[in-house]
């Protein structure tokens, strides 16, 4: 596992500890245009001063990070369990799969590791005996670990500690793939390309993002993946909405259920209005410093046609300086398309993952993108996590969003 790069010592080679400042006194010009002894060595000192600077600031960051990435290991400990969903790209629900997951952890400060074992409540077999309801099996999956070397090179992860929020990338999909195998097929697996009745992510999908939110209200969260497909299609949505709590618990669950299956139209009802808040963007990686902090002003309305109008400004708090981004869209059935290229599905329980429509179009003209989960879990707050990416498909930055209804 990699560690930390060491500081570089600012000592010349073979110094002496109490060696001080060296001087050429042979180069210093008297008359006119004469340099002062005073002043070199002044100078000199500010160098010697600035470098150390330097090494405190390098020092500072390497603590930032080990601390950053503790911070985030403590939010994932526990024993979570809830349900696994998948809905195509209109919001339709397709498949649902009860999970289980053990987190820990090893080591110390920068050598820490995150470890993670996902559980899948496996799919009664075909060739159960009728009228007998066996004890549920679960198939184990272990996740990689993450450690400082994974979250800041593979995963390139946004963290917002106070917030309790974060975004990770994905090279593959194949957890994913793993819980819809052994939740929809279990044992009746054969290893098919396309099991039938089931639809799996690309093998070489284009983008894996996850994007998680806490709860303000609750013990529970939701971990939101989009899958683009390699021609940056969206593929599918998952949700991994979860409770923690102990291992053997019996208590009734807090998670609700995204098997919500009320009028398209009501989806985008509790979304409507005026929303006032203030967002906070990070840069991807564990070193992840704040880049820009703005208050925030979202507005959203329909015409009496069912046509969206969206209106989002952005207050910077350095600089003053205001930004407002105008779109106008239509809704169908759960999705909804806006005319900047950019679309949202709706889903159960007050959720929206957007995305671009056309994410190799942004890619062939050089455009930046962003992915976007939203989570209203009450009528009057929200809270939305924005993941934006560079024209080469790098995640570049994070947007954690808090807003209230006004």
């Known amino acids: 596992m990699a560690t930390i790069s060491s500081i570089a010592s600012t000592k010349p080679p073979n110094s002496n500890e109490n060696r001080g400042i060296s001087v050429n006194v042979s180069r210093l010009r008297f008359g006119n245009g004469r340099v002062s002894l005073s002043r070199t060595i002044r100078n000199q000192a500010l160098k010697l001063s600035a470098v150390v600077s330097e090494e405190q600031q390098n020092r500072s960051e390497e603590s930032m990070s080990v601390e950053a990435l503790q911070r985030f290991i403590d939010i994932n400990l526990g024993h979570w369990k809830g349900f696994f969903y998948q809905f195509d790209y209109k919001g339709n629900l397709l498949q649902k799969v009860g999970t289980k997951l053990a987190v820990s952890s090893y080591g110390e400060d920068e050598l820490i590791s995150l470890i993670q074992t996902l559980y899948i409540k496996q799919s009664p077999s075909i060739t159960s005996i009728s009228g007998f309801d066996p004890e549920p ?61 089931l639809k799996l992510p690309s093998r070489r999908p284009s983008i894996v993002c996850e994007n998680c939110l806490y709860s303000k209200e609750k013990d529970i969260r939701a971990r939101a993946f989009h899958i683009m497909d390699p021609k940056g299609v969206l593929e599918m949505l998952l949700i991994f909405l979860e409770e923690i709590g102990q291992e053997r618990s019996h208590r009734m669950t807090l998670v609700p259920s995204l098997e919500n299956s009320k009028d398209s139209t009501n989806r985008i009802i509790p979304f409507l209005g005026r929303w006032k808040g203030h967002s906070i963007t990070k840069r991807s990686g564990v070193y992840g410093a704040t880049i820009a902090e703005a208050d925030t002003v979202a507005l959203l309305e329909m015409d009496e046609k069912g046509q969206l109008i969206q209106d989002i400004t952005s207050t910077s708090d ?55 989960f939203c989570w209203l879990e009450s009528p009057g707050t929200r809270q939305r996590l924005v993941r934006t990416y560079d024209v080469d498909g790098l995640p570049v930055s994070s947007t954690y969003i808090f807003e209230t209804k006004m």
């Open 137 to 197: 099996e679960w198939a184990e999956y272990k996740i990689k670990e993450t450690n400082m070397f994974t979250v800041e090179k593979y995963q390139q992860i946004g963290f917002f500690p106070k917030e309790r929020a974060f975004s990770l990338r994905y090279q593959t999909a194949g957890m994913l793939e793993t819980v819809l195998r052994q939740g929809v097929l279990g044992e009746d697996d054969t290893g098919e390309e396309s099991p039938k009745n």
């Open 318 to 372: 350095v600089g003053n300086v205001t930004t407002n981004v105008h779109w106008t869209g239509y809704m169908s059935e759960n999705l909804v398309t806006f005319d900047g290229g950019f679309q949202i599905t709706l889903l159960p329980d007050g959720m929206y993952m957007g995305c671009p429509c056309d994410l190799a179009k942004s890619v062939a003209e050089s455009k930046s993108f962003h992915l976007e």
